[in-house]
């Protein structure tokens, strides 16, 4: 007569030990990809309300703007790509956006100081060409008609991650503004 089990032989409790350990190896290496993801796509989107806001601003700065410079070089030029755009408030301060080529970042200048505004700004182009930031439309080489804003971010990659592909696209943000005083001059 055979005695009834009493428990699990040793064979068993290795195997499910194994079993159990490929688990939640395989458990956690899916939790970490997630979380990887998860900080990816929440700096992509982190970074696409960053360029929205600011180019909405810039062209609030724009609109309310009552002189400009750059200036064309000459007043028969009526259209002209910098990287710098200075705005004159109505209460006369001024206010100057800046790329900085060298740190891939868009500057902020006024009376207080110059701060970072965005970060990651590389203007790089598919084509393998560089875009400037700003088009500037001018009237008779001296009154700013219609700013364009173009800017060309590159989203902090994730070290580590593989997903959809090599890397994130860059995100491109584009904007147009004509200041109100071009507007009710009617020039």
């Known amino acids: 007569m055979k005695r009834p089990r009493r428990g699990f032989s040793l064979i ?15 458990m956690f290496v899916a939790l970490d990809v997630s979380f990887r993801a998860y900080r990816a796509s929440a700096e992509e989107v982190s970074a696409n309300v960053q360029g929205r806001i600011i180019v ?8 309310s703007g009552v002189d400009f410079t750059p200036l064309p070089p000459s007043p ?20 100057t956006v800046t790329w900085d080529a060298g740190l891939n ?7 207080t100081g110059t701060w ?10 598919d084509s393998g060409g560089t875009l400037q ?13 219609n700013a364009t804003v173009d800017l060309v971010v590159e989203v902090e990659e994730t070290e580590g991650l ?11 943000f584009t904007g147009s503004a004509r200041p109100r005083i071009a507007a009710w001059a009617g020039r």
């Open 12 to 26: 068993e409790v290795l195997i499910a030990l194994l079993l159990s350990s490929i688990l939640l190896t395989a």
């Open 116 to 125: 970072p505004l965005l970060e990651g700004v590389t203007q790089s182009l």
């Open 56 to 63: 909405e601003r810039l062209q609030a700065l724009i609109r």
């Open 162 to 172: 593989d997903m959809e592909g090599d890397q994130t696209p860059p995100l491109l």
């Open 105 to 111: 970042q868009m500057r902020w200048t006024d009376t």
């Open 133 to 145: 930031p700003f088009r500037l439309e001018f009237h008779e080489g001296r009154w700013l008609m």
């Open 76 to 95: 028969s030029t009526t259209q002209m790509d910098t990287d710098t755009l200075s705005i004159q408030m109505p209460a006369g301060d001024w206010i």
